[in-house]
């Protein structure tokens, strides 16, 4: 395809090929593409010509970063949806033999892996003789503590918060990725055969009591399956959801956090934390806007100096241009 | 070349045949093979280098993995006892201990770090160079339309050398010259001929050559060079064909094509053969004639003629016959004509012989000759002989010489063979003009053309007579008695011939002038005609300087007439000699000079070796590219010294050492007296002085043609004797270091296995990249050796071109092949070099920072598909298209300002320097783009994979934009390629992502970036991540560009400039180009003065004008500079900015400069008054910013150790100091120039 580009031939070669077509020589065509001569953008890269890009930049990048910045600062009246977080601090979920060890086939719903779990969850795979499920290091420290959340009115009587448990694990981790084995009605006789990781309380089968969100399918589970990038994350818990358009989903008052704490954190000087925020895609973290509007300041202040420099040397140019 | 002119093969001498056995090297035993060092795997210098920074990124990454071990462990260490939760045991349940943990994650980290090992750089690397040898071998003005052939890219591994050649060790005989002698003017008998109707044919030829090139239909041409091809196997037909269809068609180009097919046999171009006569020579030729043709039967018949026609008459006959010129004709096939050679007519040999003999030997004073020839004649052989055995051996001689053709007859039968030569000679006649010559030497075939042009034709050339055709006395038959051959030592040729107009015995001698004019016969000046004799000498070493100064090749004709007496004693010790067994060389070569004495003048001749076209221009260009030209060649000293000035490599007004030593002591002492020359001149210390280390530092570094301070380098000329020993162990440094101080070096005389010497003693002593260029089989070893060898094509044979890396059809190609293609080469190469390794390292730099996260446990991110794709897939692509496409700097700017070219020599582009900066801005860059992500999701429900896409995406982002800045022309192939990478990844990701749910254990990516694209954040950080990534490289560039532009940028600043200043720059370009205008404008400019002490050894001794010189006299280098110089041309011209103003950089009093230049010398390494800095146009101060900028100082210090170790290798040897200018380049053409030709006005 490139051979046979006919830019805008430079008449600067020879004669072109005989038309005849007969004549075979060696010699080469005078096509722009082997001559090197293709039409070519050529940027020089000089203060005058550069400088317009970086206050672009500035001027995109610094209302961005501002408009950023003060969405994540307003998240203070809490309406609407109001996602409830469990952070952890410290803790590596993403070390390399930690992220490993798990079975997908297995969480899938693969009945030859429930039973037989892949080596990759080892040395949580089986225990007495009996197939883990779900096996792996990262099933077997899921959290599980449990949070409550308690409105206390004007009559001190706390009222609770309805928490949705559903609606929080990625639409295709739920549907797609995590089944429960098959087999018959009860779950309890579709994990026959195997038995509950070693620092579970409880049985996969077990989680919760809506069979829409029980055993490999429970979104909690789902939710702390998907391991976390960095030491220090937070996992989605639950959603509050907005009631009427009426009332805040949270109204202003004082509330209380009833934690039935299973899980140790201290071991590892770790720390627990739980988070109301209303947006999901980017909590409560100011860093976008600000480094939206840092970067788009320096560049801006980046193309002060060059038009400084592009003015003090453009003098200089200009009188070369004239002992041209 | 002694190949070349000294065996020209059996059929040319029929002699061979009956010279009894030879012994002959064949196959393994020919001096090709013998002088052939076998092939050598060369790997370029970029590639050398890429390899030492290879082993760097191998020691990074062990670096990082040990790092990474070491955290691991302590990770381990803490928390296994704590009972972590997301601390996973061993597969036992037991846990690792941290030792072993560390040595794992060692292990594991090498693996995942492993993509910092550019392997991938290699194989685009590979494909690069294929592509750009296919645009060299596609480049149309690399193509040679005589030849029908384009240059040959041999080498596949090396182009980018191309851009780094230092020195260029030439051949001389056709590789800058065509090989074709053309006859241009003559001198006989003290008067000149200047052909001038000869010259201007010459000139048509030029034109209508380049008119012809446009006109020729091309069309029309294809038959013939089918016909001629076809051909080729059989070489007298084609012969024949090709001179016929060059006449037919009168299309030069076609002759020329033609020509160069038979080229080696003869030397048929019009060129060479029509000569124009000079019409006033012509008159008195055929007055010659005709009076001669008149007086035929008289007695005395020369004596009718004045002194000077009968000088003109032997002029001619001595062209025709003084010679081994063989005569064909095309009509008739090559083995006829062999035939008649050895079936010549046996009665007139016998005929001849008595002839000769009967009439001599009565009056002859020599008995045993006299007695010899009766006994001959009468068939008594031996009896009244004295029996002496040398004359036993002679008497055995006359007897072959009787036999042989006796016995001839009886085999084939005289009769038949008496009719088939008539026939020939009938057919000679008629087809006379269809002559055709084949000469051992160009020369001698020019010479026998010229004598043809003046109707003085040479008809036939037999073992024993030789026929000369002239208008009115016919033919004339001369009986040739002796061919006394050329050779080097006596540097000329004789014949003895009988005349058969008078009878005599001549002795016609052509040779080296600077030798004949010694032989001549002694002239009284006291009669009239010694006086005239005397005159007429005189006047011709006028006009044997003259051709000289125009580059011609010079020979001396001259005469002797012997008497029978004479003839008969020296004929006696000749044949005593030819009989000898031992020693018989020597013999015969003291018989011949007995028999070269007391010569007549008769004339002399100018022939042009035609240098190929644009020869000259090329050397001038390849010469302000920083380029040093040697010539090697195994011509003689004289033709070597004539063609350099031809082609401009001497000039007339510098000084030419000469070395011609004759014993090992001569020759050094010689050296110690040129480096002693060179010394007084202030040139450059002289090495006894510089045996220290310190001053030895940058010898290796510096380019070849460093500053010498004051006035205009010599050339030095040296012999083949005085190079054997001048490359003895112990010479060679001084050798060396004097060629170095020279501007060109010519050797003369050199065998193939010297020139391949000469070359590998510069290579590995000076460091310096060279390139040998040649067409010949002598040339080979010296093509083999060099770093690059050229070999040119289509004039020699192919065994030039089987050794070579590349093949140029002619010599001026390699400009074009060098300063534009090697020039691109070198620069595309070390760039995309530089962006592979700036690559890996910034994308394991996001894997390395990532593992501070995640306990060091080489966990990564990224998936490992994206892992293995992405160098593979999604980034491969664009750098390599930039690597085959880009031009950093155009190729009209390139070849005007071949100053650029300079960069590639001095490494610009990819060094230590850059390298390094390099790396800090990947490091730089993998921090921004790893941090930026960290920071926007630190404390959020990512997951590891939905983390990792992202920064995946930003690092691909950032690539493309990277090499955005660093692409110079962008052309749709790149627009396209990158915007296909950025299409593919996202493609890759979307499939894969969605491909399966369970898949890809342990890790699963499932709707990973499905879900990222719904995500706002994941945008907005692609967006500001590259661009924060990319500001500060993007503001040193630009800052780069307008404040310090290097070279590079002021040449692609220029491209801009010149089109909107319409012709303007170029006037200026050709200005600032043109070395030899700078010395002849600068008249009117500004004084300086300046003087600069020498006891730095640093490199502010690069300060051109911190001469020796200099310092003894504070006041003593005059520089001028003109007022009105174009900084930004200058800047260009000169690599340096001190260079690029010297006149205003240096300004300053005399007295103030070394204090001044001491303080700054600590303070920056350079020496630039600060006040200059102040008054001057702004450029010098950016320029003067650009090569010290803040990392070139890290770089020099890097060089300096680098180069101390191999200043060890070299310390105490003597070699000099060489100022380091591998970055400021100080020694631009112009400002040598300038410095040397004001220093000449000071002197």
Request: contains cysteine.
């Amino acid at each position: 395809m490139a051979m046979n580009y006919n830019a805008k031939d430079e008449v600067d070669g020879g004669p072109p090929c005989a038309p005849g077509g007969t004549a075979k020589t060696r010699r080469p065509d005078n096509t722009a593409f082997k001559q090197q001569r293709l039409p070519a953008w050529q940027p020089i890269l000089t203060a005058g010509t550069v400088l317009p890009i970086f206050f672009i930049i500035g001027l995109i990048f610094i209302p961005i970063g501002i408009g950023i910045f003060v969405t994540s600062n307003n998240i203070r009246e809490i309406e609407g949806n109001v996602f409830m977080y469990y952070g952890l601090s410290n803790f590596y979920q993403n070390h390399r033999r930690y992220v490993k060890s798990r079975d997908d086939s297995q969480l899938n719903g693969d009945s030859s892996a429930l039973l037989n779990p892949s080596k990759e969850c080892e040395p949580y795979r089986r225990n007495e003789d009996k197939p883990i499920a779900p096996c792996g290091a990262i099933a077997n420290s899921m959290f599980n503590d449990t949070l409550e959340l308690f409105l206390i009115g004007n009559d001190s009587y706390p009222i609770p918060i309805a928490l949705k448990k559903k609606g929080i694990a990625w639409w295709t981790d739920k549907n797609v990725k995590f089944r429960n084995p098959p087999g018959g009605d009860n779950l309890e006789e579709r994990f026959k055969g195997t038995t509950k990781p070693v620092n579970w309380l409880k049985p996969v089968y077990m989680l919760d009591s809506d069979p829409d969100n029980n055993g490999f399918i429970n979104e909690d589970f789902i939710v702390w399956m998907r391991t976390a990038a960095l030491p220090t994350f937070r996992k989605l818990y639950r959603l509050i959801e907005r009631k009427s358009d009426l009332h805040p989903t949270l109204p202003a008052g004082r509330y209380s956090l009833n934690v039935t704490y299973n899980y140790p954190v201290h071991y590892f000087d770790g720390r627990k934390r739980m988070i109301l925020s209303t947006i999901s895609w980017m909590g409560k973290n100011p860093f976008l806007g600000i480094a939206y509007i840092a970067v788009g300041s320096i560049s801006f202040l980046l193309g002060v100096v060059l038009l400084v420099i592009n003015h003090k040397y453009r003098n200089s140019s200009n009188t070369a241009d004239i002992t041209i | 070349m002694p190949h070349r002119d000294r065996q020209p093969g059996w059929r040319d001498q029929p002699e061979a045949a009956a010279g009894g056995p030879r012994l002959l090297g064949a196959g393994h035993e020919t001096k090709a093979l013998l002088n052939n060092s076998g092939p050598r795997y060369k790997r370029s210098k970029l590639e050398r280098q890429m390899n030492c920074d290879v082993l760097w990124c191998v020691l990074l990454l062990v670096c990082m993995s040990l790092f990474s071990a070491v955290g691991h462990g302590l990770w381990i260490w803490r928390y296994q006892e704590k009972k972590s939760l997301f601390y996973v045991p061993k597969s036992d349940g037991s846990s690792l201990s941290p030792v072993t943990a560390a040595v794992y994650s060692f292990l594991t980290m090498i693996i995942v770090l492993q993509v910092l090992i550019p392997i991938s750089l290699y194989v685009s690397i590979e494909i690069v160079k294929a592509c750009q040898v296919y645009f060299i071998n596609q480049d149309m003005q690399l193509y040679d339309e005589e030849t029908d052939s384009q240059l040959q890219c041999r080498a596949l591994n090396i182009t980018e050398d191309l851009g780094q050649i230092q020195y260029i060790f030439s051949d001389k005989t056709g590789t800058l010259t065509e090989n074709k002698m053309v006859f241009r003017r003559c001198t006989v008998s003290g008067v000149e001929y200047s052909h001038d109707a000869n010259a201007q044919r010459l000139a048509r030829y030029q034109e209508a050559d380049s008119e012809e090139e446009e006109v020729v239909p091309r069309g029309g041409s294809v038959s013939q060079r089918g016909s001629i091809g076809s051909h080729q196997s059989v070489r007298v037909v084609h012969r024949t064909q090709s001179t016929k269809s060059h006449r037919r068609t009168g299309s030069r180009a076609e002759a020329k094509r033609a020509s160069m097919l038979s080229k080696h046999t003869a030397f048929s171009s019009p060129m060479e053969k029509d000569i124009t006569p000079d019409p006033k020579l012509l008159e008195k030729v055929s007055e010659c004639d005709k009076s001669l043709a008149v007086a035929r039967h008289q007695e005395h018949l020369l004596a009718h003629l004045s002194p000077e026609l009968s000088d003109v008459f032997d002029f001619f006959i001595a062209l025709t016959i003084c010679n081994t010129v063989v005569v064909t004709s095309p009509d008739q096939p090559r083995t006829k004509v062999r035939v008649r050679f050895e079936l010549k007519s046996p009665v007139k040999t016998i005929e001849d012989f008595l002839r000769r003999f009967t009439p001599s030997c009565l009056t002859s004073g020599c008995s045993s000759i006299g007695s010899l020839a009766a006994n001959k004649s009468s068939h008594k052989l031996g009896s009244s002989f004295p029996s002496t055995p040398s004359s036993d051996g002679m008497l055995l001689r006359l007897e072959e010489r009787l036999g042989q053709p006796t016995s001839a007859i009886a085999s084939n039968g005289y009769s038949s063979q008496a009719d088939n030569w008539a026939s020939e000679l009938a057919q000679e006649q008629e087809s006379e003009r269809e002559l055709r010559y084949e000469a051992e030497s160009p020369d001698e075939a020019a010479l026998v053309y010229a004598a043809r042009a003046y109707n003085c034709v040479l008809v036939e050339r037999l073992h024993d007579q030789v026929s000369v055709e002239l208008p009115h006395l016919g033919r004339l038959t001369f009986e040739l008695l002796h061919t006394l051959g050329f050779d080097s030592v006596r540097k000329r040729m004789s014949v003895v011939i009988r005349h058969p107009l008078t009878d005599e015995i001549n002795v016609y001698t052509k040779g080296a002038d600077s030798v004949v004019m010694d032989l001549l016969q002694p002239c009284s000046s006291v009669d009239a005609r010694g006086r005239h004799q005397k005159k007429i000498r005189s006047k011709t070493q006028n006009y044997l300087n003259v051709y000289a100064a125009e580059g011609l090749r010079t020979l001396c004709i001259a005469k002797r007439v012997l008497s029978k007496e004479e003839y008969a004693c020296w004929l006696q010790s000749h044949l005593e000699a030819e009989s000898s067994l031992e020693n018989s060389e020597e013999l015969l070569f003291q018989s011949a000079i007995r028999l070269e004495t007391n010569l007549h003048l008769l004339g002399a001749t100018g022939i042009e070796d035609r240098l190929q076209d644009g020869v000259p221009e090329t050397i001038s260009k390849l010469r302000q590219a920083g380029l040093q030209i040697w010539v090697l060649t195994g011509d003689k000293q004289e033709t070597a010294v004539n063609i350099a000035y031809a082609c401009k490599l001497l000039d007339h007004d510098e000084e030419v050492i000469t070395l011609n030593a004759t014993s090992q002591e001569a020759c050094a002492a010689l050296l110690d007296q040129c480096l002693r020359y060179v010394q007084s001149r202030g040139l450059q210390r002289a090495p006894e002085k510089t045996k220290g280390k310190v001053s030895m530092r940058f010898s290796s570094l510096c380019p070849p043609s460093t500053s010498t301070a004051s006035g205009r380098r010599p050339s030095l000329v040296i012999d083949g004797r005085s190079l054997a020993y001048a490359l003895e162990k112990n010479l060679e440094d001084k050798f060396l270091f004097l060629a170095k101080q020279c501007r060109s070096v010519l050797c003369c005389r050199s065998t193939p296995l010297q020139k391949s010497m000469v070359v590998k003693l510069v290579r590995s002593k000076l460091k310096a990249m060279t390139l040998a260029i040649g067409d010949g089989a002598n040339d080979v070893s010296m093509i083999q050796v060099a770093d690059v060898g050229v070999g040119i094509s289509g004039q020699e044979g192919m065994q030039a071109v089987m050794a070579s890396d590349f093949a140029v059809p002619k010599f001026r190609y390699l400009e074009r092949l060098l300063i534009l293609h090697g020039h691109w080469c070198y620069s595309r190469l070390a760039n995309m070099v530089l962006y592979f390794f700036y690559k890996n390292t910034m994308f394991v730099g996001l894997l390395f920072w990532f593992q501070f996260f995640c306990g060091f446990s080489a966990s990564a991110m990224i998936d490992q598909w994206y892992l293995i794709f992405f160098n593979l897939l999604f980034s491969s692509l664009p750098p390599l298209v930039t690597g085959v496409l880009d031009r950093d700097v155009p190729a009209n700017v390139l070849l005007t300002n071949p100053q650029v070219y300079k960069s590639g020599q001095n490494m610009e582009e990819y060094r230590p320097r850059t390298f390094w900066f390099n790396m800090a801005d990947a490091a730089f860059q993998s921090l921004v783009c790893f941090s930026i992500p960290y920071l926007a999701y630190y404390d959020s429900s990512v997951d590891l994979f939905t983390w990792g896409t992202p920064i995946v995406t930003i690092a691909l982002l950032t690539f493309l934009l990277h090499l955005g800045i660093e692409t110079k022309t962008w052309t749709w192939l790149n627009w396209i390629t990158c915007g296909f990478s950025v299409l593919l990844f996202f493609t890759v990701a979307l499939i894969y992502n969605a491909s399966c749910a369970t898949c890809y254990p342990p890790s699963n990516p499932y709707w990973t970036m499905q879900a990222l694209l719904g995500d706002p954040v994941f945008y907005l950080t692609c967006l500001m991540t590259p661009v924060a990534a990319l500001l500060p490289r993007l503001f040193f560039r630009s800052l780069q560009g307008s404040v310090f532009p290097t070279q590079l940028q002021l040449a692609r600043q220029l491209t801009r400039k010149s089109p909107r200043r319409c012709s303007a720059p170029k006037e200026t370009f050709a200005q600032g180009r043109l070395p030899k205008d700078s010395g002849t404008e600068h008249s009117s400019g500004r004084t300086v003065k300046t003087s600069v002490p020498l006891s730095q050894p640093s490199w502010h001794t690069q300060q051109p004008v911190c001469s020796l010189e200099a310092s003894r006299e504070p006041s003593t280098v005059d520089m001028s500079m003109p007022l009105r110089e174009h900084t930004l041309l200058e800047g260009l011209s000169a690599p340096a900015p001190m260079s690029s103003a010297p006149g205003e950089a240096v300004l300053r009093s005399p007295g103030g400069c070394p204090e001044e230049s001491k303080v700054r010398a600590a303070s920056t390494g350079r020496v630039t008054p600060l006040s200059s800095l102040f008054s001057l146009p702004t450029f010098s101060l950016l320029n003067w910013i650009s090569s010290w900028s803040l990392v070139s100082r890290l770089g020099s210090v890097l060089q300096f150790s680098r180069t101390e170790r191999l200043a060890d290798g070299q310390a105490g040897r003597g070699l000099p100091v060489q100022p380091h200018s591998g970055r400021s380049g100080l020694q631009g053409p112009d400002h040598r120039l300038l410095i040397g030709a004001s220093s000449r006005r000071s002197q």
